[in-house]
């Protein structure tokens, strides 16, 4: 059942091209991003990226246009912003993101560019992202697409079991480790991964078309994945995001399918008895959640994933799928029947409204659920972007064989804890 | 001293709050505007302006440890943009008003709205008439004064909420105390209440203190308004209604005059406000008698502080140093001034060298003879402080580094931020927050100290340096500074 609000005044999700932008090119280990705007767009974005990624990863500065600006222009701002930018980081790319005011201006962000071509000899993408182009996802898949122009410095030919990741966020809760999750399962059955989009260098990212095929995970990110097969020949496999022992086979499967190998499936074997082993020492717990009231509140890319391992397997009873950002998969998969109620988040507010009477007794969201969550005195496991009251230091993946016992503690932990 | 969840909280996120307050990005408007609205409980926002402008909004870079709890908009699209907001802004506000009934909406501005020009006093009235609760409109920018976006909502509260109320009855020898809306700041001035009271004051409001709409229309009953510092709506105040303010602190100025800590800074404001509620005479006594009292409980303090050898980072005149010195005659021997945090806030060379002068005068006054450092290496500043003998660094921060030379350190930011306030029991709890910090076992192995820093700025890692001299550039190099949004 899907629902939606028509309200005037809503608190909206976050959801904009920008931010979208900013999630993928933020993963890009030697690349720097500015937000060329007015500080708050700067600031705002600055402070969830610090928040978000590695204190020592942040490569995201700003134009700092003022109001005087606004009558002169922000060209000389940004040209100061690319030179010290390039000066003080070296970076191999640098993605200029315009917001609102810049663009209401028209600032000649090209001739800048064009201007600063032989002093920053790096490539440059400018991408307009004003305030009201709404869909982070599309803003995310814009900017995957646009690193498509740099590619093909590779060796040429295509490497065969090599394949490309796209759709992973780094500043997802524990991504870094769902990451290195899903390369041993992949090393697992012979599997090596060429490029991660965007968790690499852009070097890397240059040398994507000689993988053998795209793996797209939960939908983030096809649009690159398209623009790849057209234009290098490599193909590509939207996969589910590897949450539970079934994510992770059908994730290793549809791999396997795409390449025309055959998988291992002792070591497979040997997953599923590790697992057991660990689920036996908290088999009464194991009972005692059996459909426990859930709400799941997050991006399309990861959210239908968790909402299906958590109601197949883990047997809690998902109530609500609440959507913060829909990607190109959304729309197929909101009729699925793992949950209650499906819900594209617009406001809030109205979020808020839905899922107040359903008596919700846990909830998986970010930390922009803690508000409801206090008020409502739901326990609340952070899994979604932003998480800003958190910090993703350990080697602890939720993707992959060893998320399951790892999602299925953390569960476990935030529902028995006598502190909450 | 009372640890609450939040002050931990601050405490922890105070070196972020700084890379993102200033070093590496400069809040703007919207984020101190939203400050202003979240200090009245009963008070709710409306972003006027695109999806872009409100939904990163729960944080807020000049309160990150504590989110905002509402930040809604008004959804601005594309077409709104080229045809105009109104009509979205003024069925937000009814709307506002039927989902959440707040007492006070305050609609704030944008970038995008601002060069529409949308009406927001004629959409403002307009909807007013339509809900059962107060609206007043920010007026984005337009008054300069940091935290910029803050004193534009509290300018229009005056201007907005209580100049068409007035004229409003007075409450004879009131006063009202005024702070900033953020849980560290919330009791700055509540050591004074109990001393005003007995001076036969009477509060009338504590601003901002679990503060609603109600609290805000008595605010013009006193007589006096207390401030830390001098700021447009309070002068507004001054200028409209009546009510005259008195600003505790003036960075910059005498040190002796300027600064409202400690012992001998609580009795003079004291005393200057009984001067302007015309009752020097009768509370003259009582000050006296608490500043007696004040002095009496801290003899014991005074005796085990007394000669122990300190070093200051960054300034000596405002915080505690001085009342270290001043009023527990512990022994400076080392002041190290780093520049660039303070050039990062857009202060000039001149004006830098001014503060320190001014700052190094000071010492003198106390008999110190410290010496000064500016722009040290790591190295060489500890070789200093090292020799000196010195036993506790006042500092910013960054205590590992001194614990592995052997030298306690004592977060005097910290403290500033959330323990100073003005009247006799803070000198007290300064003084019995440094014992504890000379009592704190050294950590010899700190973790901390396998992560390169900066050489200028030892406080920073690296990469956050970069990232603060390419603000600092487009700052400097675009017109001077980015104080101001």
């Known amino acids: ?420 | 001293m009372i640890n609450t969840n939040a002050q931990v909280r601050a405490r922890i996120y105070q070196p972020v709050a700084m890379l993102v307050h200033g070093i590496a990005s400069m809040p703007a408007k919207n984020a101190g505007a939203l400050m202003a609205v979240s200090g009245i409980k009963d008070a709710v926002p409306l972003i006027h302006g695109p999806p872009g402008c409100a939904n990163l909004r729960q944080m807020n870079s000049f309160n990150v440890s504590n989110p905002v709890r509402l930040a809604p908009c008004t959804n601005l699209s594309e077409i709104d943009v080229v045809l105009g907001g109104e009509t979205k802004l003024y069925r937000g506000i009814i709307d506002l008003y039927h989902r959440l009934h707040p007492a006070l909406i305050v609609v704030i501005p944008t970038c995008p709205s601002d060069m529409m020009g949308d009406d927001f006093g004629g959409i403002v009235e307009k909807a007013k008439k339509e809900v059962g609760c107060e609206v007043i409109y920010s007026t984005g920018e337009s008054i300069p004064g940091r935290p910029i976006g803050y004193h534009d909502v509290m300018c229009s509260v005056v201007e907005q909420l209580l100049l068409p109320k007035a004229p409003f009855p007075k409450t004879e020898k009131s006063v009202n105390l005024l702070n900033f809306p953020m849980d560290v700041n919330k009791n700055q001035f509540m050591d004074m209440i109990p001393i005003l009271n007995e001076m036969g004051v009477k509060v009338n409001k504590i601003c901002f203190y679990n503060t609603h709409l109600t609290d805000l229309y008595e605010l013009p009953r006193a007589e006096l308004n207390i401030v830390d510092f001098p700021s447009p709506w309070i002068e507004r105040m001054r200028d409209h209604l009546g009510v005259d303010y008195l600003a505790a602190s003036s960075f910059g100025s005498d040190p002796d005059s300027g600064n409202p800590f400690g012992i001998e800074g609580a009795a003079r404001i004291l005393l200057e406000i009984a001067e302007r509620l015309g009752i020097k005479e009768s509370a003259e006594s009582v000050i006296e008698k608490k500043k007696e009292e004040a002095m009496e409980n801290c003899v014991d303090l005074k005796e085990k502080l007394r000669g122990i050898r300190i070093a200051v980072l960054d300034g000596f005149s405002f915080g505690p140093a001085i009342t270290l010195v001043s009023e527990f005659q512990m022994k400076l021997e080392a002041i190290s001034y780093r520049s660039f945090f303070m050039k990062s806030h857009g202060m000039s060379d001149n004006a830098y060298n001014q503060l320190i002068e001014m700052d190094i005068e000071a010492t003198r006054r106390y008999g110190c003879e410290p010496e000064v450092l500016r722009d040290p290496t790591p190295g060489q500043e500890l070789e200093v402080f090292k020799d000196r003998g010195v036993q506790l660094v006042v500092c910013n921060g960054g205590i590992a580094r001194y614990n592995e030379a052997g030298i306690r350190g004592f977060n005097g930011v910290k403290f500033f931020m959330q323990s100073m306030s003005i009247g006799f029991d803070s000198t007290r709890i300064l003084a019995e927050s440094v014992i504890e910090a000379l009592n704190t076992p050294i950590k010899k192995y700190p973790l901390v100290n396998m992560i390169g820093k900066d050489v200028q700025e030892p406080n920073l890692i690296p990469h956050w340096k970069k990232l603060g001299v390419i603000w600092r550039t487009i700052a400097e190099g675009g017109d001077g500074g980015c104080l101001y949004g």
């Not at chain 1, 090119?25 to 937000?35: A, K, N, P, Q, T």
């Not at chain 1, 796209?166 to 991504?175: M, Y």
């Open chain 1, 1 to 420: 059942m899907a629902e939606n609000s028509s309200s005037y005044a809503i608190e909206p999700p976050i959801d904009t091209r920008l931010n979208g932008a900013i999630r993928a090119f933020g993963g890009i280990e030697d690349g720097v991003i500015i937000v060329h705007g007015r500080s708050c767009c700067h600031a705002d974005n600055f402070l969830y990226r610090v928040m978000t990624a590695g204190h020592n990863k942040i490569r995201l500065t700003g134009g700092g246009l003022r109001l005087r600006d606004i009558s002169t222009g922000g060209h000389h701002k940004l040209s100061l912003s690319l030179l010290a930018s390039y000066e003080q980081f070296k970076p191999s790319l640098i993605a200029i993101l315009s917001t609102s005011v810049p663009l209401m201006m028209g600032d000649d962000v090209e001739g800048v560019i064009l201007k600063l071509k032989k002093r920053i000899p790096v490539p440059i993408i400018h991408l307009p992202c004003p305030g009201h182009s709404k869909n982070a996802s599309l803003g995310y898949d814009m900017a995957m697409s646009s690193l498509c122009n740099y590619m093909g410095e590779g060796d040429g030919h295509q490497n065969q079991r090599d394949i490309n990741l796209i759709g992973l966020k780094s500043d997802n809760p524990f991504a870094l480790s769902d990451l290195m999750e899903l390369k041993r399962m992949l090393k697992d059955q012979g599997i090596v991964v060429n490029a991660v989009f965007t968790c690499d260098t852009f070097e890397s990212l240059k040398k994507a078309p000689d993988a053998e095929l795209n793996v797209v995970l939960g939908g983030e990110g096809i649009g690159l994945a398209k623009k790849m097969e057209d234009t290098f020949d490599v193909p590509y496999k939207v996969v589910s995001y590897p949450f539970g022992l079934r994510g992770s086979v059908e994730f290793l499967e549809s791999i396997a399918s795409a390449l025309g190998i055959e998988l291992d499936h002792r070591s497979i074997e040997i997953e599923r008895e590790r697992l057991k082993e660990k689920l036996e020492r908290v088999y009464g717990f194991l009972e005692g959640i059996y459909n426990l009231k859930t709400a799941i509140v997050g991006e399309s890319g990861r959210a239908f994933d968790l909402a299906r391992f958590l109601n197949d397997e883990l047997c809690l009873d998902v109530k609500l799928l609440a959507v913060t950002s829909a990607n190109a998969e959304t729309a197929r998969r909101q009729d699925d029947d793992y949950f209650e109620h499906f819900l594209k988040v617009e406001d809030r507010l109205h979020l808020n409204e839905v899922a107040e009477p359903m008596n919700i007794e846990l909830m998986f969201g970010s930390s922009l659920e803690v508000v409801f969550c206090k008020e409502n005195n739901v326990p609340l496991t952070k899994l979604f972007y932003p998480t800003i009251d958190q910090v993703f230091i350990s080697d602890y993946p939720l993707a992959g064989f060893r998320g399951v016992g790892n999602l299925t503690e953390l569960v476990l932990n935030t529902v028995i804890d006598l502190n909450r």
